[in-house]
């Protein structure tokens, strides 16, 4: 048997209100790249799907490195993910943002790729003290 005794669990801290507005304002940066890049990339098809999917891994990749953690890129991610949803869906009169072509289901796809990407590229929070080791 071992002489250490076990290490309890600290119970959660709650986010100050800095990284609650940070993750705020990252939520509504997603939902204007969400938009913006649905309407770049059925604008200007091969070049237009590109710049939006940048756009977009650069929102949720530069959110994770503003707040030091994944949450940013979530955040951002989830403002994204709205903005497509609400924009997919057709109108009564008949418009609808994303036609069924190619380049529309490449930015729907891409950019759920290009978040799972940046979220697990983002950098995890470290424990405050020195002396815990993560991973095992």
């Known amino acids: 048997m071992s002489d ?7 119970p959660p801290r709650r986010p100050s209100a800095g990284r ?10 997603g939902l204007v790249v969400g938009g913006a890049g649905a309407l770049v ?3 200007w098809f091969p070049g237009g799907l590109l710049l939006a999917l940048a756009g977009a891994a650069g929102a949720f990749l530069g959110g994770a490195w503003a707040t030091r ?6 955040a951002g991610v989830a403002g994204w993910m709205l903005a497509v949803i609400l924009l997919t869906a057709s109108r009564p009169e008949g418009d609808f943002l994303f036609a069924a072509g190619v380049g529309s289901y490449a930015y729907l796809l891409g950019g759920m790729a290009v978040a799972v990407i940046c979220a697990t590229l983002a950098p995890a929070r470290q424990p405050g003290d020195r002396s815990a080791r993560r991973g095992a």
Do not use: E, I, K
């Not at 250490?4 to 600290?10: D, E, G, I, S």
């Not at 609650?20 to 940066?29: E, I, P, V």
């Not at 953690?69 to 979530?74: E, I, L, P, Q, S």
């Open 41 to 43: 990339q059925g604008a």
């Open 69 to 74: 953690g994944r949450g940013g890129a979530v």
């Open 4 to 10: 250490r005794q076990p290490m309890l669990a600290r």
């Open 20 to 29: 609650a507005a940070s993750c705020a304002g990252l939520f509504l940066l």
